[in-house]
T-cell receptor, first 114, second 113 residues
Framework: AQSVAQPEDQVNVAEGNPLTVKCTYSVSGNPYLFWYVQYPNRGLQFLLKYITGDNLVKGSYGFEAEFNKSQTSFHLKKPSALVSDSALYFCAGILTGGGNKLTFGTGTQLKVEL | DGGITQSPKYLFRKEGQNVTLSCEQNLNHDAMYWYRQDPGQGLRLIYYSQIVNDFQKGDIAEGYSVSREKKESFPLTVTSAQKNPTAFYLC????????????FGAGTRLSVL
């Protein structure tokens, strides 16, 4: 079955350190992948997307994501974490035959500590 | 100020009651979506609409109904048939077609009295 998975419920990182939030996918065709961020009691904000082309995608607020076809992964990264990056992060994908319907991972809570 | 407005922010439902959640957008988007968010489960699609007067069921449509009489509005009714309605409900919109960014409202938190 086609799916998007986030293997970590929570990631803790110290401010100033690099951060990685993991996402893996399983789709039968070309994957279209997205990252969104959600702050408490708010809607989701778009960070970046991968459609085709360069495997390293740059997005908002200094985030980037690396598409790896052989590992079927689309990990979110940032070179230097900020306390204000603490939020819930969702990976999502448009699955084959899904039109523009997004299938979301279960979310990863990122906590950046001083 | 462009965007998606959801109201109310908090809503309480009594047993056997239908309640309606409002979603309005001024982005001139053709497509609109309703999601339900539960802790640890991500977002699940309830209904979506690609064009006025047309909508399709998502993955968890049972106990919900929608209408799309105007391009800018996509209200969601949580009916008494939905036995576990307590959740955070998010509305989104996008331009029509595939692979388009969805923009989200701030959400409505529904609880059962």
């Amino acid at each position: 079955a086609q799916s998007v998975a986030q293997p970590e419920d929570q990631v803790n990182v110290a401010e100033g350190n690099p951060l990685t939030v993991k996402c893996t996918y399983s789709v039968s065709g070309n994957p279209y992948l997205f990252w969104y961020v959600q702050y408490p009691n708010r809607g989701l904000q778009f960070l970046l997307k991968y459609i085709t082309g360069d495997n390293l995608v740059k997005g908002s607020y200094g985030f980037e994501a690396e598409f790896n076809k052989s590992q079927t992964s689309f990990h979110l990264k940032k070179p230097s974490a900020l306390v204000s990056d603490s939020a819930l992060y969702f990976c999502a994908g448009i699955l084959t035959g899904g039109g523009n319907k997004l299938t979301f991972g279960t979310g990863t809570q990122l906590k950046v500590e001083l | 100020d462009g965007g998606i407005t959801q109201s109310p922010k908090y809503l309480f439902r009594k047993e056997g009651q239908n309640v309606t959640l409002s979603c309005e957008q001024n982005l001139n988007h053709d497509a609109m979506y309703w999601y339900r968010q539960d802790p640890g489960q991500g977002l699940r699609l309830i209904y979506y609409s690609q064009i006025v007067n047309d909508f399709q069921k998502g993955d968890i449509a049972e106990g919900y109904s929608v209408s799309r009489e105007k391009k800018e509005s996509f209200p969601l009714t949580v009916t008494s048939a939905q036995k576990n309605p307590t959740a955070f409900y998010l509305c989104a919109s996008s331009i029509a077609g595939t692979i388009n960014i969805q923009y989200f409202g701030a959400g409505t938190r529904l609880s059962v009295l």
